[in-house]
């Protein structure tokens, strides 16, 4: 029975990590092929592997099992495997969430692909405002004050946890005068896993707009939605558009942030969260059905 050659917990994708194994296994002898693979799983479509590696189909349970078996794997292995699967075949963010946070368990994982600090950043809204306003204001040590600079309030031992979880990421740092800082202007996805990290932040930025219809003033906000049909080009098209726009914002932000980081007169700077939203109500017109 082959033992596997190449270590799965070097990878966060198990389709990515089971043709670098198919692929070792063939280099080491040649018998090792996609037939011996499926005889040994007593699949009978011919095309089932390569549908399954491609994506074009999910990795059941039983076969996962018979994979482990075909492989060698260990019971740590077989584990990781099937946690893996649940991750990279999720049905909804729930599910993600839930597979993320087993994966987390494995100490086997390199911290710099799992970055279980970074999926924390992620998981609240105050996270990146208070590290955010720390632009505008540096922190001197009193929660309760940066507590209520944020919309809404936190309570002093949040803007304590706040301010904990970000200099442990080295998100801010302490100066010589003993003010906190952000370390950087911006926090940029890097992980492997940063999918499930970007997910769960602009759910929380959701949650929070929509408090904001109610809370915030029309005159201080800018909160609209429009329904419209687009082709796929035309979709493409606005697409570039809210990206350019998500551009400018940073550099403007970035602009100001050198302009005023002294607190000179007038900085009205505020902490602001964007979230642009464009998706499908509908499905296509399928005019081969309608001629049918």
């Not at 399954?52 to 076969?63: A, E, F, Y």
């Amino acid at each position: 029975m082959p033992l596997s050659p190449v270590d799965i917990f070097q990878y966060t994708d198990y389709r990515a990590w089971l043709k670098d194994v198919f692929q070792s296994l063939k280099d080491r002898d040649p018998k090792f092929s996609h037939r011996y693979i499926l005889q040994r799983l007593a699949v009978k479509s011919s095309g089932w592997l390569a549908d399954m590696l491609s994506g074009r189909r999910l990795l059941n349970r039983s076969h996962l099992l018979g994979m482990s078996r075909v492989l060698g794997l260990s019971p740590r292995e077989e584990l990781y495997f099937e946690t893996l699967a649940d991750y990279n075949q999720a049905k909804n963010l729930l599910e993600k969430n839930r597979a993320y946070e087993k994966l987390l368990t494995f100490h086997e994982i390199p911290k710099d692909i799992i970055e279980s600090d970074r999926f924390e950043y992620f998981s609240k809204w105050y996270y990146s405002a208070v590290r955010e306003y720390l632009l505008i204001e540096p922190f001197r040590g009193d929660y309760a004050r940066l507590g209520r600079r944020m919309r809404p309030a936190l309570t002093a031992p949040q803007a304590r946890e706040a301010i904990e979880l970000l200099e442990r990421l080295g998100f801010i740092k302490r100066l010589a005068s003993g003010e906190y800082r952000p370390a950087t202007e911006h926090v940029k996805k890097q992980s492997a896993f940063s999918p499930v990290h970007y997910f769960q932040y602009v759910k929380s930025q959701m949650e929070l707009g929509i408090d904001a219809l109610e809370r915030i003033p029309k005159q201080e906000r800018d909160i609209s939605a429009v329904a419209v049909s687009l082709s796929l080009d035309s979709f493409n098209v606005i697409k570039e558009d809210i990206k350019t726009l998500r551009q400018k914002m940073i550099q403007l932000s970035e602009a100001e942030n050198k302009k005023f980081w002294n607190g000179i007169q007038g900085d009205s700077r505020r902490v602001y969260q964007g979230v642009f939203e464009l998706f499908p109500v509908s499905t296509t017109r399928n005019l081969t059905e309608e001629n049918a």
